[in-house]
C-alpha cells in the first residue's frame, strides 16, 4: 500500500470494491468509448473483476475519506514488459494527480521489478476525431509514454468481433522506457 502527500491511498483491489469499481470503471468507459460498441459493452464484469483481483493486478485509488475513486490494472505482458490498463478515475476527481499517482505507483513497481518498459493502450474512432481520447494522448505523451505503433483491435482481443463494434477503431499502443 502506497499514501501518496494529499491523502489519496493507492492499495490492491479487495472483493468489497467490487460492485463499486464495476459502477464507476463501466461509466467512464460508457462515457468515451460506448459510441464504439453495437451493444453496451461492459469493460469491467464480475468476472474480469474476479480474474484481475485474483492475480492481485487491480489497484484502487482511496481517498482519505475511504471512498474509492479510480483504479489501474498493473499486469506483465512480456517477461520484461509492464502492462498497465483500465486507468480510470472518477469523474468528480478528475485533475487532482490521481490519475498520475495511479500511473506513478505502476511505473515504480515496474522498475522494481526491472522491466524493460511500461506499455499501455488506447482505443478509438479512426474515422472520427474524439477530442477527450486526444487529450488524454497528450498527457499519456507528457509523462514520458511514446507511441509505438497501432494495432489491429480485433486481432489484439481474439474474444470480440467486427460485428461487436459500430464502426472501424484505431488501437494504438504507447510505451515509457525504464
Not at 490521481?98 to 488506447?122: F, N, P
Request: aromatic residues 10%.
Amino acid at each position: 500500500m502506497a499514501e501518496v502527500t494529499d491523502g489519496t491511498v493507492i492499495r490492491p483491489s479487495l472483493i468489497s470494491d467490487k460492485e463499486t469499481l464495476m459502477e464507476i470503471v463501466n461509466e467512464v468507459y460508457d462515457q468515451c468509448e460506448g459510441h464504439l460498441w453495437v451493444e453496451k459493452h461492459q469493460r469491467l464484469t464480475e468476472e474480469r473483476f474476479m480474474s484481475y483481483h485474483s492475480k492481485k493486478e487491480l489497484l484502487i485509488a482511496e481517498v482519505s475519506d475511504s471512498r474509492v475513486v479510480g483504479c489501474v490494472v498493473m499486469s506483465m505482458s512480456e517477461n520484461d514488459v509492464r502492462e498497465l490498463s483500465m486507468l480510470v478515475v472518477k469523474p468528480d476527481f478528475r485533475s487532482r494527480g490521481i490519475g498520475r499517482q495511479l500511473v506513478d505507483y505502476v511505473i515504480s513497481k515496474a522498475r522494481e521489478d526491472k522491466c524493460r518498459c511500461v506499455r499501455l493502450t488506447q482505443l478509438y474512432s479512426a474515422h472520427k476525431p474524439d477530442p477527450w481520447k486526444r487529450g488524454l494522448r497528450k498527457w499519456y505523451e507528457s509523462i514520458g509514454f511514446q507511441f509505438v505503433k497501432n494495432e489491429d483491435f480485433l486481432r489484439y482481443f481474439t474474444d470480440f468481433n467486427s460485428a461487436d463494434l459500430t464502426q472501424e477503431v484505431t488501437f494504438s499502443i504507447f510505451e515509457k522506457p525504464l
